[in-house]
């Protein structure tokens, strides 16, 4: 079963109405959605996702309340086209949890998993952009590095990029994981090639770029007294979301509701491992 993570503090950090309207940037498998949906009456959720395949399991997984929720495929950048569809300006309160989902990790075929063999794919929206395996393929070595250290904190990158470019052509996640095990040796519990893996994904759907895109935009997408949740999990992306949410504030547009950044639970990281980075940043709209 799908578990959202620090659902209890997204919905209260939301500050959800019954009447409110919300978008939930990220819909992924529709478990926030879902939840902020049974606390509605006559508002509605607009779910949002640029992967339709899992905005299709979303829909399935949140049938029982089909009615207070509107589902809309898109990247970051057609979210005032997600409002403007429903005939919304603005929203009450926007949650983005960003990352990629338990299913888009663990389906062998979307290509993200190292430890599942599959194509080397990485997009997210599987409608357009390239391809895992084209920038594995055709990205010079120097670039290959510089993507891998920059985006996957990866030390070792020269000598990955280095192994790579001498195995080419690589189609599959499992070839790729080979090759730079056997590049790099394992030196802690985790795969040598977890951070190319990361570094790969993170440039394949450009997420930096998207969440400076969604922060830019999320302002003019809320109304006043309307609130902003965003949950990352990696520090690159939560330096981003605590910078613009620390400018908004000195500019007087927005109120800071979380001084500090907030973790969740021992209980929650017990009873759900992968929610152990997560960190929720929130704002509410002056
Ligand atoms: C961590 S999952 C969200 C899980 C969801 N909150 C739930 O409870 O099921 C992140 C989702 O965000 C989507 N996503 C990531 N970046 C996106 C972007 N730039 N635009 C739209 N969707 C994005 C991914 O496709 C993925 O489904």
Do not use: W
Not at 17 to 25: E, H, M, V, Y
Not at 142 to 155: P, S, T
Not at 249 to 260: D, E, S
Request: aromatic share 4%; with cysteine; proline share 5%.
């Amino acid at each position: 079963m799908h578990v959202p993570v620090m659902l209890g503090e997204c919905l209260e950090y939301l500050a959800i109405r019954p009447d409110g309207i919300f978008l939930d940037a990220t819909a992924g498998l529709g478990g926030h959605t879902g939840a902020i949906a049974t606390r509605l009456t006559n508002g509605f959720v607009i779910a949002n996702d640029r992967d339709a395949e899992s905005l299709a399991l979303a829909k399935s997984n949140t049938v029982e309340y089909a009615d207070r929720i509107r589902y809309h495929h898109g990247s970051f950048a057609a979210l005032p086209e997600a409002l403007a569809a429903n005939g919304v300006k603005q929203v009450d309160g926007l949650l983005a949890d960003l990352g990629v989902s338990r299913y888009q990790l663990t389906e062998p075929e979307r290509g993200f998993s190292l430890m599942a063999d599959g194509p080397l794919d990485m997009r997210m929206d599987r409608s357009q952009g390239q391809t895992a395996e084209e920038l594995v393929n055709f990205t010079s070595e120097k670039e290959l590095a510089d993507m891998i250290y920059q985006f996957g904190e990866e030390r070792r990158s020269r000598k990955i990029a280095r192994a790579i470019v001498r195995a080419r052509p690589i189609s599959t996640t499992g070839r790729l994981a080979r090759v730079i095990e056997e590049a790099v040796p394992r030196t802690t519990r985790l795969h040598p090639a977890t951070q190319t893996f990361m570094a790969l994904r993170l440039a394949v759907n450009n997420e930096q770029g998207e969440l400076d895109g969604l922060l830019d935009a999320a302002p003019d997408l809320v109304k006043t007294g309307g609130r902003i949740v965003i949950v990352s999990f990696m520090s690159l992306e939560d330096r981003k979301v605590k910078q613009s949410f620390q400018a908004l504030a000195r500019a007087g547009r927005a109120t800071m509701l979380t001084k500090h950044v907030v973790r969740p639970t021992p209980e929650e990281i017990r009873d759900n491992p992968p929610s152990r980075s997560a960190k929720l940043r929130a704002v509410e709209m002056r």
